[in-house]
């Protein structure tokens, strides 16, 4: 409340929190629910180029595509709540009495959450250097996705689309990758 009297007068004023996040989560929750699409296509073309490291069979892709429909969104909402928006959200505040920009602040508190998250993995038995690679790595895209639909003030449905147009581009780029790998031989 001392805020919003404080700038009364003074130029815009910040935008409330409810359209801030109702912009930045269609995007992140797009590029997030998409990356297990692509973590499997990558598995397949491992697979394929290796037959004796193959792992699961016709048994776990059954599984997997009955489902991936409703696992695949749960997971982008649950990483996108957990790593990509209080990424962004910190690094907006951060934004404000700093004079980094928040991409790059983004990549800062990035790495520094994923260490948290990695460390939580070493308490339980998990190697922290794979761990910290495997969060951070997975949080690229959703973060990007958020600073991108926030730099753009874009709405909810074109930060969706946007979102799964590049996950759509990067799946149709590994397909066309694992083609070359097959014919290839």
Sequence with gaps: MAYAIRVRGRGPQPPEPASVWNRELP???????GQPLLLLVLSVLRAVRHPDCADGGTFGVVLLLCVAPLLFPLLG??????????????????GRRTRLPAPVLAVLLGAALAALYAAEGRRHGLPFGAT??????????PVAGALYARARDT???????????????????L???????????
């Design 77 to 94: 909402l649950l990483h996108t709540a957990l790593f990509a928006l209080p990424v962004t959200a910190a690094a907006r505040a951060l």
């Design 155 to 173: 709405g909810p449905a074109r930060s969706l689309a946007r979102g799964a147009a590049v996950t759509v581009g990067l799946l149709l780029v």
């Design 27 to 33: 995007g992140a929750l797009a590029l997030a629910a």
């Design 175 to 185: 397909l066309l990758f694992g083609a070359g790998l097959v014919i290839a031989g």
């Design 132 to 141: 910290w690679a495997w969060v951070a790595g997975l949080a690229v895209l």
